[in-house]
């Protein structure tokens, strides 16, 4: 069974940080790369960042220097570091894993149910 628990969201003011996190367990092929994704009320779900196997990372052009991902490969799991946050940064974020063998053609995406990070201006 396969479980991602996200935690460390909540409520802080502007300008303020937090630090969330996905830790994942359960049976994989091979996790290929984590990340968060967001959505906001009235928007569609996108990517916040992401980082793949050998440390390579993608993030928004709206986060890029204020927020930064992190893996820990032997706990499987996600960080994200918030700096800087802005009221536009309100959103459900949501854990993404990749898992897969590409060898033989199976891939596989898993969703966190998300937690809340609200923004106060």
């Known amino acids: 069974q396969v479980q991602l628990v996200e935690s460390g969201g909540g409520l802080v003011q502007a300008g303020g940080s937090l630090k969330i996190s996905c830790a994942a367990s359960g049976r994989f092929f091979g996790i290929k790369a984590m990340g968060w994704y967001r959505q906001s009320l009235g928007k569609q779900r996108e990517l916040v960042a992401k980082i793949a196997n050998g440390g390579r990372t993608i993030y928004a052009d709206s986060v890029k220097g204020r927020f930064s991902i992190s893996r820990d490969n032997a706990k499987n799991t996600v960080y994200l570091q918030m700096n800087s946050l802005k009221a536009e940064d309100t959103a459900v974020y949501y854990c993404?894993?990749?898992?897969?063998?590409?060898?033989?053609?199976?891939?596989?995406?898993?969703w966190g149910p998300g937690i809340q990070v609200t923004v106060s201006s």
């Open positions: 993404y894993v990749n898992d897969g063998d590409y060898v033989v053609g199976y891939g596989y995406d898993f």
